[in-house]
């Protein structure tokens, strides 16, 4: 049985991500990566901060922004991969399970 991924801002319950769990989206190291269009970007912004990781290459953090401010750092996405990372490019990322700011459902 396929099953429906959702990821929620926590300030009002909106969905951020959803999909079913398949090759467009898929769990990784304990957090989740969805394709582009399963993801709703009206509250989401991409920053200009990046994360270098050594594995799988370099990534742009996203920030929620909400009524009462922006919370930094909720996602993530990888522009520039290193081999064998190739299915993770352009994928927004979140973290798994129950956050600052976002919850698994």
């Given at each position: 049985?396929?099953r429906e991924?959702?990821?929620?801002a926590?300030?009002?319950?909106?969905?951020l991500?959803?999909?079913?769990?398949?090759?467009?989206?898929f769990?990784?190291e304990?957090?989740?990566?969805?394709d582009?269009?399963?993801?709703?970007m009206h509250?989401?912004?991409?920053?200009?901060?990046?994360?270098?990781?050594?594995?799988?290459?370099?990534?742009?953090?996203i920030?929620?922004?909400?009524?009462?401010?922006?919370?930094?750092?909720?996602?993530?996405?990888?522009?520039?991969v290193?081999?064998?990372?190739?299915?993770?490019?352009d994928?927004?990322?979140?973290?798994?399970?129950?956050?600052?700011?976002t919850?698994e459902?």
């Amino acid at each position: 049985m396929l099953r429906e991924i959702s990821i929620k801002a926590k300030h009002d319950n909106a969905t951020l991500a959803k999909g079913v769990e398949t090759q467009s989206v898929f769990r990784l190291e304990g957090n989740w990566y969805f394709d582009q269009a399963a993801v709703n970007m009206h509250n989401l912004r991409v920053t200009e901060r990046t994360y270098v990781c050594p594995h799988k290459g370099t990534c742009f953090w996203i920030d929620l922004v909400t009524d009462a401010g922006v919370v930094a750092d909720i996602g993530w996405v990888y522009t520039i991969v290193k081999p064998n990372y190739e299915h993770i490019k352009d994928k927004i990322a979140f973290y798994g399970g129950n956050r600052h700011a976002t919850a698994e459902a």
